[in-house]
């Protein structure tokens, strides 16, 4: 008898002992999330990244019963913060915001210090936001065609910023340039809001920023808004025309983003993830929030979202291609 009393107060005490590991593991949709969690953006505060991380944190935060920490880690072209995400914990608590940039710089680097398929899941595309060719206002210039005829007059003498060496502003305008049969002379800046202020300083001829950085001014009346480069046209700027409207059809620039976590993140916390977010897209003030910055609400499940990494890295292949650029 009391031989039997060990045993059952030792198989209580260790039954106690498990209960919490087993209670806080993060592979269980029931108790996930526990704390606190980290969503790093691989930019700086302020970008548009980080603006649309921020508007669709504040609605996940509830839905998951924890906060949502934004983490800036801006730095090598968005590739600091992916490496710190590919080796954090696979438990849920770190995210990436991830996009476009992530599987262009798999092939404009080397050695980028992260994998982007095999390292990270994809759990879903969130937003999408146009790319607009523009010029200042007080410009000539107030069609694509004119900017082309000008470019093919003047080789080279024209110029135009981007966003930096092997961006979608950078590698879009050589295609762009290469569809119209011209040529302008590239001159790199640090970001979206660098080759904004290029063009309205009168640095640079044109540029091809996102939208969402350029709809500030072009609302202004600071910038002339050329051509769209989506699918359809903008409806904040429905008399602007796309590039395929003005017969570039195979050249579509869209900025994407979305959720990824670490690679071997479980099901049932992905699972979570990906319900509450799906929640949050719905809510009108995210919604809003998306739009005011010219973007809009573009979701894609995860296995849609992985598969549009693949087409932008062939995409990036191409453009560097076109613009005669190696791996950096």
Same mark, same amino acid.
């Given at each position: ?38 969503? *790093?953006?691989?930019?700086?505060? /302020?970008? !548009?990244?980080?603006?649309? %991380? #921020?508007? @669709? $944190?504040? &609605?996940? +935060? ?6 949502? *920490?934004?983490?800036?880690?801006? /730095?090598? !072209?968005?590739?600091?913060? %992916? #490496?710190? @995400? $590919?080796? &954090?914990? +696979? ?238």
């Amino acid at each position: 008898m009391h031989s039997l009393t060990r045993r059952t107060l030792l198989a209580q005490a260790l039954a106690a002992a498990a209960a919490p590991a087993f209670a806080a593991s993060p592979a269980h949709a029931d108790t996930y999330p526990s704390r606190p969690i980290k969503w *790093v953006v691989p930019f700086l505060a /302020g970008t !548009a990244p980080d603006i649309t %991380a #921020r508007v @669709v $944190a504040e &609605a996940v +935060a509830p839905l998951l019963g924890q906060p949502v *920490v934004i983490e800036n880690k801006g /730095g090598a !072209a968005g590739n600091l913060g %992916a #490496r710190i @995400v $590919a080796n &954090a914990p +696979a438990d849920g608590y770190t995210w990436i915001y991830s996009s476009a940039p992530m599987a262009a710089n798999m092939r404009m680097y080397k050695e980028p210090g992260f994998d982007a398929m095999k390292d990270f899941r994809h759990v879903m595309r969130l937003s999408s936001s146009d790319i607009v060719v523009v010029v200042n206002a007080t410009s000539d210039i107030r069609t694509l065609d004119d900017l082309l005829v000008k470019a093919r007059a003047q080789p080279g003498v024209l110029n135009y910023a981007s966003g930096g060496v092997g961006t979608p502003s950078h590698l879009g305008v050589e295609m762009l340039l290469s569809e119209g049969k011209a040529s302008a002379t590239h001159v790199p800046y640090k970001g979206a809001s660098e080759l904004v202020n290029a063009v309205l300083g009168g640095q640079v001829t044109f540029g091809a920023p996102i939208f969402s950085v350029a709809y500030p001014q072009i609302k202004a009346g600071k910038l002339r808004p050329l051509a769209v480069a989506g699918t359809r046209r903008n409806a904040l700027l429905p008399q602007v025309p796309t590039l395929a409207e003005l017969g570039m059809k195979d050249l579509v620039l869209t900025s994407w983003g979305g959720i990824s976590v670490p690679r071997a993140t479980p099901d049932a916390v992905v699972a979570r993830i990906q319900a509450a977010f799906a929640e949050a897209m719905k809510q009108p003030k995210v919604i809003a929030g998306l739009t005011d910055l010219g973007g809009q609400v573009d979701m894609q499940d995860g296995a849609t979202y992985t598969r549009g990494f693949t087409q932008e890295m062939a995409l990036t292949e191409t453009m560097m291609k076109k613009a005669g650029l190696e791996a950096m």
